[in-house]
């Protein structure tokens, strides 16, 4: 999964920056700890995702990425970009019944890197294979990243994950009263097919200086249409504000929208969860 982030004025020249991200099926054995060495070591994925992506990254994100697959980039415009290797939280990932305390210290040093983002006023994007509370995910690994994203809540202004090829949100609650909304991360589908879905991508608009996200535009195309290697037709699907009714896509507004579907319309409700990702 690769996260692309445009930043410009109109009819300049846009700086482009692409974060790529591992998946999990990148390795087999599974993601090993980074001590293990010897043939059941999967330092390889990560010495191969540097050949090739490691000039776009600064030395110290390098450095964790051959750890761990995870780092950080700081964008000219004080926005953090944190990617992470959820992929090692795998329930099927054996490596964690030997070594189950915080695999290559992930979620430390990510503990550690919001809270230098927050002294130094940076807001957070987070990059994520595996979306938070995936049930292919181990439950203390998901406890304890909630405790994580709710503690910095005020620094993270968005969160983006893969691995499920569905268009999915998955909406954070404070601990202590679950009527308030803590974060948000969006799944944006997948480019490649899947059981009863075409393929589809996001344009994700954010405002500058809080960066959160403001609205998205979702495209597809059906890939019945495609006739002898013919260019796929892309098609906007919808826009996320105007489909779902929102006035906002700051959390709260998307907690309340999600609260009136299942208490007051579930026909409104259903409509969605069938239409929308696979309407061609």
């Known amino acids: 999964m690769v996260l692309i982030f ?3 004025i109109s009819g300049r020249q846009a700086n482009v920056f692409e974060f790529p991200n591992s998946s999990r099926f990148d390795a087999f054995p ?4 980074y001590f293990v060495q010897g043939p059941t070591s999967t330092s390889w994925v990560y010495e191969s995702f540097i050949q090739y992506w490691g000039w776009s990254l600064p030395e110290s994100a390098r450095q964790t990425f051959l750890k761990g697959g995870y780092y950080s980039f700081l964008t000219e415009k ?3 970009i944190i990617v992470l290797n959820t992929n090692v939280y795998q329930k099927l990932n054996w490596w964690n019944v030997l070594y189950p305390v915080d695999p290559n210290d992930q979620l430390s040093w990510l503990a550690s890197t919001l809270l230098e983002a927050e002294k130094n006023n940076e807001k957070v994007h987070i990059l994520s294979h595996i979306p938070p509370g995936s049930e292919d995910t181990m439950q ?4 304890e990243y909630r405790k994580i994203i709710n503690r910095f809540e005020h620094t993270i202004a968005a969160e983006f994950n893969g691995h499920t090829h569905y268009e999915d949100i998955t909406i954070f609650y404070d ?3 679950s009527s308030r909304a803590t974060n948000v991360a969006y799944n944006g589908g997948s480019i490649t097919s899947y059981y009863n879905v075409n393929p589809n991508y996001r344009l994700y608009k954010v405002a500058r200086g809080t960066w959160e996200v403001t609205d998205f535009d979702s495209y597809t195309y059906n890939i019945s249409s495609i006739v002898n ?3 796929p ?3 906007k699907l919808y826009s996320f504000k105007e489909e779902y009714g929102l006035e906002s896509t700051r959390p709260k507004f998307q907690l309340s929208r999600v609260d009136t579907w299942v208490a007051v319309s579930g026909d409104e409700y259903f409509e969605h969860l ?3 990702p696979i309407k061609s």
């Open 274 to 276: 069938t239409r929308v």
């Open 140 to 143: 203390v690994f998901q406890r």
């Open 30 to 33: 599974r993601f090993s700890p």
């Open 233 to 235: 037709d892309w098609i």
């Open 6 to 8: 445009r930043e410009g």
């Open 78 to 80: 004080n926005l953090r």
């Open 175 to 177: 601990k202590n009263n």
């Open 229 to 231: 290697d013919s260019e």
